[in-house]
């Protein structure tokens, strides 16, 4: 199987690591004074989140989502953009709901919803990194990436940065929620951020679904057989 440096290499191979400016892998932050009662709070109501998203992913299957989602009526797609803006930033497996969306939405509407809620949830985990909680970001990114791999993201910004993140996107391999927190501590744009996430999300979106219905529809088929 082809790397992940084979992409990169490839696409960005005008990179120079002799652009690093300081040792710091990230952009630098400044120490600013903290309400540690809110700073608990948030803490504490993030980790039961975490812990409610998790005890979600070990027994929701996309089928019971599916049902789950189709007794709103109307409210459907609403429901499911907003639980996709939203799971993700927890590290809910997002194919769990992209298959959910597919099967109660069909191939087109499941891989419009499934865009418009993997775009906004890019936005906010991207926000969510850069301006609330970058140093507990930093942390999660220091452990999960090598520091070779933390060196190049340093310099994503600009062209070599817009190109990285398609590339990224595009490969199932790499986590699609590490990328979204990982990129709000580097040097790119939030508009190239956006545009380069949306770009690379579009095949990925369309291609998952329908692997996923043919792959849901084939094992109905030998079911009915039996």
């Known amino acids: 199987m082809l790397s992940i440096d084979f992409f990169y290499h490839n696409a960005i191979h005008k990179t120079s690591f002799h652009k690093l400016k300081s040792n710091h892998l990230f952009l630098s932050t400044k120490r600013e004074p903290r309400n540690h009662k809110k700073t608990a709070v948030l803490l504490v109501l993030l980790i039961a989140l975490a812990a409610l998203t998790w005890k979600l992913s070990t027994w929701l299957t996309p089928q019971q989502l599916q049902q789950a989602l189709q007794q709103t009526g109307g409210w459907a797609p609403v429901l499911y953009i907003g639980l996709f803006v939203l ?16 099967l109660l939405f069909g191939l087109w509407w499941g891989s419009v919803y499934t865009f418009i809620g993997a775009v906004l949830n890019c936005a906010m985990m991207f926000l969510l990194a850069r301006y609330v909680g970058r140093s507990q970001v930093q942390r999660l990114v220091e452990q999960k990436l090598s520091p070779q791999w933390q060196r190049r993201l340093q310099m994503a910004d600009g062209k070599e940065g817009f190109l990285l993140l ?34 690379g999300i579009i095949p990925g979106t369309f291609a998952f679904i329908n692997i996923c219905l043919l792959y849901t529809s084939d094992a109905a088929d030998d079911k009915a057989r039996v």
Do not use: E, M
Request: no cysteine.
């Open 87 to 102: 799971l993700p930033a927890f590290f809910f497996p997002v194919a769990v709901l992209a298959l959910a969306g597919g």
């Open 166 to 199: 398609i590339i990224l996107r595009l490969i199932p391999a790499v986590p699609y929620n590490l990328i979204n927190y990982t990129f709000g501590l580097t040097g790119i744009s939030f508009s190239s951020y956006l545009l380069a996430s949306a770009i």
